[in-house]
């Protein structure tokens, strides 16, 4: 084997190894340390998810998002499983990786705060408010305006918490890849 692919190789078993302590973390943020009613959520189940978006990329970030929803609702369930809920959460992570994949402060650029801002408004204002409320509407005989109605208040709360912690998280992430070499 050559440097290149034994490299290569070590890069994909620390990828692993962080992608799974990832999942389990945002499993036990989410249905443990998290107010949770029906229909609303609000913790940080997003942290390892923005963690896996900044260093991995949309791709990594969607598997942990869906198989987190998989096996929480599988080893922990809430309600019902319904799978339109797992589509969301695909998208959740394809949105974390691609708007925040390499954003870095060592330049703090006004791009890398428009992608953060951009990022959480996508997260919370399309997946969660509009979509995840339709899915939430169907699953609970609800109507959509109430099911909105009712969202909102998390929504813009939640958008404002992940407009903060997410620069605190590029943060970490850069310090990981110094500490870990990724």
Avoid: H
Avoid at 88 to 102: C, I
Avoid at 119 to 130: E, I, P
Avoid at 142 to 168: D, H, N, S
Wanted: aromatic content about 10%; proline content about 5%.
């Amino acid at each position: 084997m050559s440097n290149s692919e034994k490299k290569k190789s070590r890069i994909s078993t620390k990828m692993l190894v962080t992608l799974a302590m990832l999942l389990a973390l945002e499993i036990v943020l989410s249905r443990f340390l998290s107010i949770q009613t029906p229909i609303t959520r609000i913790g940080f189940g997003f942290v390892p998810l923005v963690l896996a978006g900044i260093l991995f990329g949309p791709v990594p970030a969607a598997i942990v998002a869906v198989l987190a929803d998989l096996l929480g609702a599988l080893l922990f369930p809430t309600g019902p499983y319904y799978p339109p809920l797992t589509i969301t959460s695909l998208l959740v992570g394809l949105t974390y990786g691609f708007f925040l994949y390499k954003v870095s402060f060592d330049k703090k650029t006004a791009s890398d705060w428009v992608r953060i801002v951009l990022c959480a408004v996508v997260r919370q204002g399309v997946w969660a408010l509009l979509l995840q409320s339709y899915w939430l509407s169907l699953l609970y005989g609800i109507t959509y305006k109430q099911c909105l109605a009712t969202r909102v208040p998390q929504v813009l709360i939640l958008c404002a918490v992940e407009i903060v912690f997410i620069p605190v998280l590029v943060k970490v992430a850069d310090m990981l890849k110094k500490a870990v070499n990724y």
